[in-house]
């Protein structure tokens, strides 16, 4: 019973208040998944430096190739492959909670791949894996059009898996347009939610900090959402503008454009005395 009350509270069992370092890396990802990782060391490393708990790579952090059917060659086998290696190392190393974007895992045929955000826990083994549901077939602009299905396999189940920072739940960029998705994840008790993005420069310029506000206020979560943001060599440009979120839809940081990191301290006790000040996710009535 008091495990309960404490949880209610937003407290760890020993009743001192949950405060946790959160960090979103932004990158402007290309073909080289070997260049790619070395990049995603250095912003893990330093996130890690600054004292994260939680790091959050973007979407495709591992390989923006060419063509969209480039990933289909460095598809791998879920729980075994040189991205997965790397992400549980890094896990390992600096003992976070890690969220690699989204990786290339082998689909049910040859000619799609599964969009998968994997969590890893700070001894490196991998908590639970995330496939995107919602897959960006959409034209933007005149002569910008994307067909995620053509390569990809959506998934079906929605996440939110027990971290030792809380309950994490997980979506990917064009999932932030789904709030439904989002109200079952806080069904199910997340209080943190991770959302690695690849947002286009067009979308995201219109959309993309009031979709990450939007699904903050909504659920009474804080949010970490991580974004490609840039010019890549494929000749597509990203938005940027990663950011961390109060459960209020402030704004604690983001970072405008480029390879970075942003760290922000967070407080889950803050996060329970809102949703018991302002419980409107107890007055729901759909």
């Not at 495990?3 to 990802?29: I, P, T």
């Not at 190739?65 to 991205?83: R, S, V």
């Not at 994307?146 to 959506?154: A, D, G, I, M, V």
Request: hydrophobic share 40%; charged share 20%.
């Amino acid at each position: 019973m008091q495990h309960s009350a404490n949880r209610a509270r937003g407290l760890s069992e020993n009743g001192q208040s949950r405060r946790h370092n959160l960090a979103a890396v932004q990158m402007a990802s290309g073909p080289h998944v070997e260049a790619n990782l070395q990049e995603a060391e250095r912003l893990i490393g330093e996130a890690a430096e600054a004292g994260a708990e939680l790091v959050v790579l973007p979407e495709n952090f591992a390989i923006m190739g060419y063509q969209d059917t480039d990933k289909l060659k460095h598809a791998e086998a879920e729980g075994n492959g040189p991205i997965q290696a790397f992400l549980a190392e890094q896990a390992r190393r600096h003992r976070i909670v890690l969220v690699g974007g989204t990786i290339p895992l082998q689909g049910a045929t040859p000619e799609r791949i599964r969009p998968a955000a994997t969590v890893y826990g700070p001894d490196g083994s991998p908590l639970a894996c995330y496939d995107k549901i919602h897959l960006f077939d959409v034209e933007v602009a005149p002569g910008e059009a994307y067909r995620e299905s053509n390569t990809q396999q959506p998934g079906e189940t929605p996440l939110v898996v027990e971290t030792p920072l809380g309950r994490l739940g997980v979506a990917v960029c064009y999932d932030l347009r789904f709030p439904e998705l989002f109200r079952e994840l806080a069904a199910q008790g997340a209080e943190i939610l991770a959302v690695p993005s690849a947002f286009t420069a067009v979308t995201g310029e219109a959309h993309w900090s009031v979709l990450v506000r939007a699904r903050a206020i909504e659920n009474l979560c804080y949010v970490v959402a991580s974004d490609q943001g840039g010019y890549h060599v494929n000749g597509r440009e990203t938005h940027g503008e990663s950011m961390i979120v109060d459960p209020w839809g402030r704004v604690m940081k983001s970072l405008e454009r480029g390879a970075g990191v942003i760290t922000v301290e967070v407080s889950l006790s803050r996060l329970h005395e809102i949703r018991e000040r302002f419980p409107a996710l107890l007055h729901r009535k759909l």
